[in-house]
């Protein structure tokens, strides 16, 4: 069985820096076993990638199920910071997405998928999930991905 590191690897992928907190926050913390980080946004070097609400006359649903993977990168960045490295993640437990959405866009879980592609790319496993459609999101983010690993 590969690790963590070695199937984001085997994607062609690498961990990013850790966002810098853009208010009054950590990126994540440990807490009773568990890693769990605040939301991420799909920044990408220091820019958002996507921006604006999902819909018609809006972001474009794949662009922002692109975005949604940033952000789960973005996660795994965090929560490999606060536990010392990807391979002491066992798995992702939790995931909740929030897609800013215009008020005839219903494919949030869509959007969300690219995060869960991704988590479930990296540790094998399936885990919980939220997907929800919010009017504006900081930063007029797109998309935002918090999530919630289990430590081995």
């Known amino acids: 069985m590969s690790s963590p590191s070695e199937n984001l690897k085997a994607l062609g992928l690498s961990l990013p820096e850790v966002a810098a907190p853009v208010a009054a926050y950590v990126p994540a913390v440990i807490d009773r076993g568990v890693v769990r980080t605040s939301g991420q946004l799909p ?12 819909g018609e006359g809006g972001a474009d649903p794949e662009q922002a199920k692109d975005a949604a993977r940033l952000c789960a990168l973005n996660c795994l960045a965090a929560a490999a910071a606060a536990a010392g490295g990807l391979d002491n993640l066992s798995g992702c437990v939790k995931v909740t997405g929030f897609v800013s959405s215009k ?13 869960s592609e ?6 094998g496993d399936a885990h919980a999930r939220s997907a929800v459609g919010v009017p504006v999101l900081p ?7 918090e999530a919630e690993f289990s430590l081995v």
């Open 43 to 54: 920044f990408v070097d220091g820019e958002l990638a996507c921006t604006g609400a999902v």
């Open 103 to 115: 008020s005839d866009f219903y494919g949030q879980p869509a959007v969300i998928n690219g995060a």
């Open 118 to 123: 991704l988590f479930g790319a990296v540790f």
């Open 139 to 145: 930063l007029n983010s797109s998309v935002e991905v």
